[in-house]
């Protein structure tokens, strides 16, 4: 069975652009979780979604938005995107909305010029 | 606010030798608590995770960690060290009522021939 897949593997970007990343969680699994990690940190929670509803967010900006599909894959949008953006977005999908998320991806690569 | 310390930023040591890596959190109740390993360009791999019971908890590639509530740790532990150890290991809380994971800032391991 294939693991939590993420595209694209890595992108570039300019300041002030948008971007979207995309995550497709375990078969069966129906919460995806995501993470940003920057240089020399360990990830920070951004947001968890259980069936297409919003489950937890993190402290981080309304520029970052997310939403889950009826496949339960999901996308992670950033607006106005800052040099400080530049990280490790990491996906995780759980099984249900209480289950934690054990099962990462292997991440896409932003970095913001 | 929850938080996850690992005081060691970068630790050396000899393939063969153990290998003792520290985590203290900070929560008002007893957190899921969780290992992780992540090699360069990678996403996030499980070691081992403690939710309740058995204290010392046991996982893959011979790792093993020791929850002690008393210390507010979860220390973990390999009792000889392969040069494929060498790696960034993560330690992490999950919050269960709020539904998000806090990570360490992470170990690097070095490990000499």
């Known amino acids: 069975d294939a693991g939590v897949t993420q595209s694209p593997t890595h992108l570039i970007k300019t300041r002030g652009q948008h971007v979207t990343l995309r995550c497709s969680p375990i078969s069966g699994h129906k919460s995806v979780s995501w993470y940003q990690q920057v240089l020399g940190q360990g990830p920070q929670f951004i947001f968890q979604y259980y069936e297409k509803e919003e489950r937890g967010r993190g402290n981080f900006p309304d520029r970052f938005s997310a939403r889950q599909f009826p496949n339960y894959s999901s996308e992670l949008n950033v607006n106005a995107l800052l040099l400080g953006d530049s990280a490790l977005y990491l996906c995780?999908?759980?099984?249900?909305?209480?289950?934690?998320?054990?099962?990462f991806g292997d991440g896409t690569r932003l970095s913001i010029l | 606010a929850q938080s996850v310390t690992q005081p060691d930023i970068h630790i050396t040591v000899s393939e063969g030798a153990s290998l003792e890596l520290r985590c203290n959190y900070s929560y008002g109740a007893t957190p899921y608590l969780f290992w992780y390993v992540q090699s360069p360009g990678q996403g996030l791999q499980l070691l081992l995770k403690?939710?309740?019971?058995?204290?010392l908890v046991q996982g893959i590639k011979g790792f093993e960690a020791e929850f002690k509530r008393s210390q507010s740790s979860f220390n973990l532990r390999k009792p000889s060290v392969h040069w494929s150890d060498a790696a960034e290991y993560f330690c992490?809380?999950?919050?269960?009522?709020?539904?998000?994971?806090?990570f360490g800032d992470g170990t690097t391991l070095t490990v000499k021939p």
């Open positions: 992490a809380a999950y919050n269960t009522n709020a539904g998000k994971s806090t």
């Open positions: 995780a999908s759980s099984l249900g909305g209480a289950d934690v998320p054990q099962h």
């Open positions: 403690y939710f309740s019971g058995d204290t």
